[in-house]
Each structure stands twice: as structure tokens, then as C-alpha cells.
């Protein structure tokens, strides 16, 4: 089983629609999570960490669930420019930083 | 937010040659750097971590002397590809980290390596 693991995808979704990605991790003690998110043939940028209490950020929404060990992205209204791979990021302890293979979304007009 | 770079970023080599990579951090201490390689259309795997100062240490199934890392500064890790080959052609994107950032990595832009 991966440490972290996330629907590949793709979600292909018309413009304004709300899409949810989930992330799925193995180890109980993780510590640290984020969602990062990544352009073809760019480096990953940091689009927001995950708190137990959850956090909004405009149209973004992540949640945390420990009990269950997943973590949850939420895009509300989605714009052309969202199209892109999102990763999730699992921190074990220390710099120990796990990513998952990625959600493609494609968003289309 | 933090600055990373990174440099080439592309570079084009012939198959046995030695590739050097270079990771900057531009506006603050880097304890901690990450090397990691990503293939198309999967996802960053992590090479190796090195620390101001210390040896590298490798993942598994990465070989330490075909990737030399070096850390001599808080501001600057280099990545040596020795003896390339046509497999070793990937994205390379090196990270940085540093006290008080809370475990968040800050991403160089990467560098495509193609070996022919």
C-alpha cells in the first residue's frame, strides 16, 4: 500500500463547477499536511496546508480527517485557470515529506 | 514567499558525461535541501536529503555515487549526474527548507535533463 495515495484522475469538469479531490495516507503519526499544486512541466507550488479544524481559502476548502486518515480539497467555482495536477502531501516527522502521485484536473469553457 | 533556484534549467548532455545541477536558496538559510526526479506524468519521487554540512542521505534504489549531492552551504546544494545515461533523462527539482518554516518546502523551478 503507498504511503499516500490519490485518485489520478483526470477530472474534466465545465467551468463553475465544484470538484473534491480526496487523499488517503498510512501513517497515523503523520504530522504535517498539504496540498500543493503543480503546471505541466513546472515545480509544485504550495496552495494551502491542512489543519485538523479545517481551512477556506477564496474558493478552496481542505479538511482533515485523522480518525480516517484522509484529507479532502474542495474547489468551488471553477475557473480554466485551476486546470492542473494537485498533490497531496503527507509529512511523517522531521523532513520526512511524502507526496502522492497527483489529481489531474482539466477544467474546460 | 521563499526563492529557490535553480540552474540549468535545461540542459542537454551526451551519454557518459557527468551533468551538474545547482540549488540556490536566494533570500534565506536552507538547513535542508531535497533533490527529487520526476518522470512524465508521475509524481515528484524523492532522491535524496542532504543537510548543511553532512553526507547526503539516499532513498532506496538510488545510487549515491552516480548522484553526488553536495551540501557545502546553507544557501547552495549541487547535484552531480556522473556517467549519464538515456534513463537518467528526467525533471530534476530540488527543494529547500529551513528553520521556521514549519515543514513547508519551497520548490526550485526544476531542470530537464535529457541524455542522448
Known amino acids: 500500500r503507498k504511503e499516500v495515495e490519490q485518485d489520478p484522475g483526470p477530472f474534466n469538469v465545465p467551468e463553475g463547477a465544484t470538484v473534491a479531490f480526496n487523499c488517503t495516507y498510512s501513517n497515523s503519526a503523520s504530522q504535517s499536511f498539504f496540498w500543493y499544486r503543480q503546471d505541466c512541466r513546472k515545480e509544485p507550488k504550495l496552495l494551502m496546508s491542512v489543519y485538523s479544524s479545517g481551512n477556506e481559502d477564496g474558493r478552496f476548502t481542505a479538511q482533515l480527517n485523522r480518525a480516517s486518515q484522509y484529507i479532502s480539497l474542495l474547489i468551488r467555482d471553477s475557473k480554466l485557470s485551476d486546470s492542473a495536477t494537485y498533490l497531496c502531501v503527507v509529512n511523517s516527522g522531521g523532513f520526512k515529506t511524502i507526496f502522492g502521485a497527483g489529481t489531474r484536473l482539466f477544467v474546460k469553457a | 514567499g521563499a526563492v529557490v533556484s535553480q540552474h540549468p534549467s535545461w540542459v542537454i548532455c551526451k551519454s557518459g558525461t557527468s551533468v551538474k545541477i545547482e540549488c540556490r536558496s536566494l533570500?534565506?538559510?536552507?538547513?535542508?535541501m531535497f533533490w527529487y526526479r520526476q518522470f512524465p506524468k508521475q509524481s515528484l519521487m524523492l532522491m535524496a536529503t542532504s543537510n548543511e554540512g553532512s553526507k547526503a542521505t539516499y532513498e532506496q534504489g538510488v545510487e549515491k555515487d552516480k548522484f553526488l549531492i553536495n551540501h557545502a552551504s546553507l544557501t547552495l546544494s549541487t547535484l552531480t549526474v556522473t556517467s549519464a545515461h538515456p534513463e537518467d533523462s528526467s525533471f530534476y527539482i530540488c527543494?529547500?527548507?529551513?528553520?521556521?518554516?514549519?515543514?513547508?518546502?519551497?520548490f526550485g523551478p526544476g531542470t530537464r535533463l535529457t541524455v542522448t
Open positions: 527543494s529547500a527548507t529551513g528553520w521556521g518554516s514549519s515543514y513547508e518546502q519551497y
Open positions: 533570500d534565506f538559510q536552507a538547513t535542508t
